[in-house]
């Protein structure tokens, strides 16, 4: 899991924001953000032509996301959300992860696709594949993050769709936050470090 900061001033919009580390840059635009996301829609109509896959978001911060990559699949979904808690080291996951929200939908038999907004150390998405793969029976479990920090793996992961590839920085806006702060910025910025 990632490092939550503290209180402070968002310097580039008129609103105070609760986080004591600022922006640095801008590293993807909105028009970036959303021309990726409805290319990975398409990619994802075609991929599951003829099946009814369940988007399941892995809260809180896939939300944004997973709203808009539903709609770019041009096909019928049924969407389900999952959360989960990890403890130890402030910096990353621990490998510690406890479920603290269960999906509601009976994805016996389904086809589902796990949809993050970040894989760092790649620990909560093993553990999430190793759940739903041993707790219930799907059909296919496929893996979907908009943002992958493969130089950051502690664990081997395999992830099936990715939007970035970004390698350094602190990232939050568009689902991502900084102590809960920054969800809704609509573009990715990279605090200070
Ligand atoms: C973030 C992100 C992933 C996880 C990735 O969640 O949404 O679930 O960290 O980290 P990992 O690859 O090192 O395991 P976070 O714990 O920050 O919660 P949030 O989704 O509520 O922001």
């Given at each position: 899991?990632?490092?939550?900061r503290?209180?402070?001033l968002?310097?580039c919009?008129?609103?105070?924001?609760?986080c004591n580390?600022?922006?640095?840059?801008?590293?993807l635009q909105?028009?970036?953000?959303?021309?990726?996301?409805?290319?990975l829609?398409?990619q994802?109509t075609?991929?599951?032509a003829?099946k009814?896959?369940?988007v399941?978001?892995?809260?809180?911060?896939?939300?944004i996301?997973?709203?808009?990559l539903v709609?770019?699949m041009?096909?019928a979904v049924?969407v389900?959300?999952?959360r989960?808690?990890?403890?130890?080291q402030a910096?990353e996951s621990?490998?510690?992860?406890?479920?603290?929200?269960?999906?509601?939908r009976?994805l016996?038999g389904?086809?589902?696709?796990?949809?993050e907004?970040?894989?760092?150390?790649?620990?909560?998405m093993?553990?999430?594949?190793?759940?739903?793969t041993t707790?219930?029976?799907p059909?296919s479990?496929?893996?979907?993050?908009?943002?992958?920090?493969s130089q950051?793996?502690?664990v081997?992961?395999?992830?099936?769709?990715i939007?970035?590839e970004?390698?350094?920085g602190?990232?939050v806006?568009y689902?991502?936050?900084?102590?809960?702060t920054?969800?809704?910025?609509?573009e990715?910025?990279a605090?200070?470090?």
């Open positions: 899991m990632r490092f939550s503290g209180w402070g968002h310097p919009h008129s609103f105070l924001l609760r580390v600022k922006i640095k840059e801008t590293l909105q028009q970036e953000i959303t021309e990726r996301v409805n290319s829609g398409q994802l075609k991929d599951y003829g009814k896959p369940v399941i978001g892995i809260l809180n911060g896939a939300f996301f997973l709203a808009d709609r770019a041009d096909m049924e389900d959300f999952i989960v808690a990890s403890y130890g910096t621990s490998g510690t992860i406890t479920l603290s929200k269960a999906p509601e009976d016996n389904k086809d589902i696709l796990l949809v907004d970040i894989v760092d150390s790649g620990t909560t093993v553990w999430l594949q190793k759940y739903f707790e219930h029976q059909s479990v496929k893996t979907c993050t908009l943002i992958n920090k950051r793996r502690a081997d992961v395999n992830i099936d769709y939007g970035f970004i390698e350094k602190f990232l806006g689902g991502l936050d900084c102590a809960e920054y969800r809704n910025l609509p990715i910025c605090l200070e470090e």
